[in-house]
T-cell receptor, first 114, second 116 residues
Framework: QKEVEQNSGPLSVPEGAIASLNCTYS??????FFWYRQYSGKSPELIMS????GDKEDGRFTAQLNKASQYVSLLIRDSQPSDSATYLC??????????????FGRGTSLIVHP | EAGVTQFPSHSVIEKGQTVTLRCDPI?????LYWYRRVMGKEIKFLLH????????ESGMPNNRFLAERTGGTYSTLKVQPAELEDSGVYFC??????????????FGSGTQLSVL
């Protein structure tokens, strides 16, 4: 059973601070990693994808991947109250038959307070 | 471009009744996934279609759940008979076919199912 682990939080940070969200995964051969954001009562939406070791930056968001440690993180710089949401880590793992199935973590609830 | 649409948005039924959920993926997306989120738990995979074929249904809880995707377009998920533990939010997601598993999912707004 492939697993994706996240601290459920809540993670509370002041406005303007850096929020750091972490995720570990069990499938050593996974190649594709994603962060989705889910506002309360809404559907998840993709905010970042990363496929290679290292950092990937997009605006205020930076995804970090370390395949040796089986660890993915998301940094949000200059956090805003509008960033308050649940952040879901997803890992695409290959299954029998060759297709890929995204496995999700439980999500980390982020609260950015003014 | 229309997104993934699901209906109904909410369904309240009694134990033993039947419910059918529908999902219309983004046009051109061959991959269609069903997921379920029970309160406080992770979004759990149910099954995966590629066009009209069930590629993986290892996440389906039991034979009370039946999914179809006729013609490779919209999909339905039927629960018959419904049990209390089937309550949760059922999400549908679709994606284009990509190489090396880089599929990015586009989610529908979900169906909140409550079984009383």
């Amino acid at each position: 059973q492939k697993e994706v682990e996240q601290n459920s939080g809540p993670l509370s940070v002041p406005e303007g601070a850096i929020a750091s969200l972490n995720c570990t995964y069990s499938d050593r051969v996974s190649q594709s990693f994603f962060w989705y954001r889910q506002y309360s009562g809404k559907s998840p939406e993709l905010i970042m994808s990363i496929y290679s070791n290292g950092d990937k930056e997009d605006g205020r968001f930076t995804a970090q991947l370390n395949k040796a440690s089986q660890y993915v993180s998301l940094l949000i710089r200059d956090s805003q109250p509008s960033d308050s949401a649940t952040y879901l880590c997803a890992v695409n793992s290959q299954v029998t038959g060759g297709s890929y199935i995204p496995t999700f973590g439980r999500g980390t609830s982020l609260i950015v307070h003014p | 471009e229309a997104g993934v649409t699901q209906f109904p948005s909410h369904s309240v039924i009694e134990k033993g009744q039947t419910v059918t959920l529908r999902c219309d993926p983004i046009s051109g997306h061959d991959n269609l996934y069903w997921y379920r989120r029970v309160m406080g738990k992770e979004i759990k995979f149910l099954l995966h279609f590629v066009k009209e074929s069930k590629q993986d249904e290892s996440g389906m809880p039991n034979n009370r759940f039946l999914a179809e995707r006729t013609g490779g377009t919209y999909s339905t998920l039927k629960v018959q008979p419904a049990e209390l533990e089937d309550s949760g939010v059922y999400f549908c997601a679709s994606s284009q076919e990509t190489l090396w598993g880089r599929e990015k999912l586009f989610f529908g707004s979900g169906t909140q199912l409550s079984v009383l």
